[in-house]
């Protein structure tokens, strides 16, 4: 069973046939998946993957079946799925896998980049037909999935598996963009531009460094949240109004700005607001073919603008957040909400309006009776 679309705005769950894991593979049935922005991106057409296929890149789940050359995993244990890598390019070996030279194409290709498998795909139709699959190495909305056993993350058998899911990717996002890129400094300003998933990941990896976080959006549910995680809440409604704000709140220009929206507008405010030395990290989606302006004079006071993507070293950040939620520092109840199976198209549409931070599907077992053919 999977989650297919074809980016026609549809997903729906399907019997699918996989092949079992190859060298370097394993199959590990999901517990869970965690609904991103870019899996939505997919299914309404606006962002490319070889269709029809199947998404999900924040798995969680249990390895059920270990390929050849596979060694440090074993049948039964928990496992968080990270993004496919290489491991032998320039990034891979700096301990930087999310920015592997081979991420574009483990997000579009549809089948296998790696290994002795490569080009081959492991998903089909019962009928035979093409299956896009391995989307970030994951395809994790499914009962089933094969993925290289070098982006699994062992975690505590007592640990809530379904809601561990979303480490793969947004949280662990919001994360490496804190500690790796701002790397703030105990008493700096710190802006959160968004309190969606990232968004809140971000406030609190930036809270338990000791940092003064100011969390900014227009909707008032998502500014209470914000403040319930340590950051003082801003509403905003004009992003032109960015800069001038922040500087009467902090009595000064903010050292750093973390924009998890993906908006234009408010991408050159944050870069404008920040003041001399400062970073803005850019870590929202948006639609291809996207720009911004920035002013030139600005920037030349040691300005610093930098793009995020994923958890920097994978196995590492998903790691460190792992014991987090098993110290309680990480409140993954505030954040996760799981849905039943059958409630798929209920948790993308509350994701869409905004009415949940981080929704996590229940994955089907293979008796499931959603099964159709």
């Known amino acids: 069973m ?45 962002r490319y993957f070889a269709l029809p296929g199947v998404v999900g890149h924040e798995g969680s789940g249990v390895i059920q079946k270990v390929g050849s050359g596979v060694s440090g995993f074993h049948l039964g244990e928990h496992v968080v799925l990270g993004w496919a ?127 003064h976080v100011v969390a900014v959006d227009h909707k008032p549910a998502k500014l209470k949240l914000a403040a319930q995680l340590g950051a003082d809440p801003l509403a905003i409604e004009d992003a032109a109004e960015l800069p001038s704000l922040l500087r009467r709140h902090f009595g000064s220009r903010p050292d750093a700005v973390v924009e998890c929206t993906g908006n234009q507008q408010l991408a050159e405010a944050a870069v404008a607001a920040i003041g001399s030395r400062g970073v803005c990290a850019l870590i929202g989606g948006s639609r291809a073919g996207t720009n911004i302006t920035l002013d030139h004079n600005r920037l030349v006071w040691g300005k610093r603008v930098q793009g995020v993507l994923g958890a920097g070293d994978i196995n590492c950040t998903i790691g460190r957040l792992v014991d987090l939620c098993k110290d309680g520092s990480f409140p993954l109840d505030k954040l996760v909400r799981i849905y039943p199976t059958d409630h798929l198209s209920e948790a993308l ?25």
């Open 2 to 46: 999977a989650a297919v679309t074809h980016g026609k705005a549809d997903l729906t769950w399907r019997t699918v046939e996989l092949d079992p894991p190859g060298p370097g593979e394993v199959l590990v049935e999901l517990a869970a998946s965690g609904i991103c922005g870019t899996d939505r991106r997919v299914i309404d057409g606006t």
């Open 85 to 211: 890598h290489c491991g032998d390019c320039p990034a891979c070996t700096a301990r930087a896998t999310s920015y592997c030279k081979h991420t574009r194409r483990t997000t579009e290709a549809g089948v296998r980049v790696f290994g002795p498998l490569s080009g081959q795909g492991a998903y089909r139709f019962p009928d035979g037909k093409y299956l896009g699959g391995h989307y970030f190495g994951q395809s994790s909305l499914a009962s089933h999935t094969v993925v290289a056993a070098s982006s699994l993350v062992s975690i505590d058998q007592r640990l809530p598996l379904a809601k561990l899911a979303p480490l793969g990717c947004g949280f662990s996002t919001a994360f490496h963009a804190v500690s790796d890129v701002i790397r703030p400094q105990p008493g700096a300003n710190v802006v959160v531009l968004g309190v969606g998933a990232v968004g809140s990941a971000a406030i609190v990896a930036a809270s338990m460094v000791g940092v």
């Open 349 to 373: 549409a509350d994701h869409a309006a905004g009415l949940v931070i981080k929704p996590v599907v229940l994955a089907p077992t293979t008796s499931d009776p959603l099964d159709q053919p």
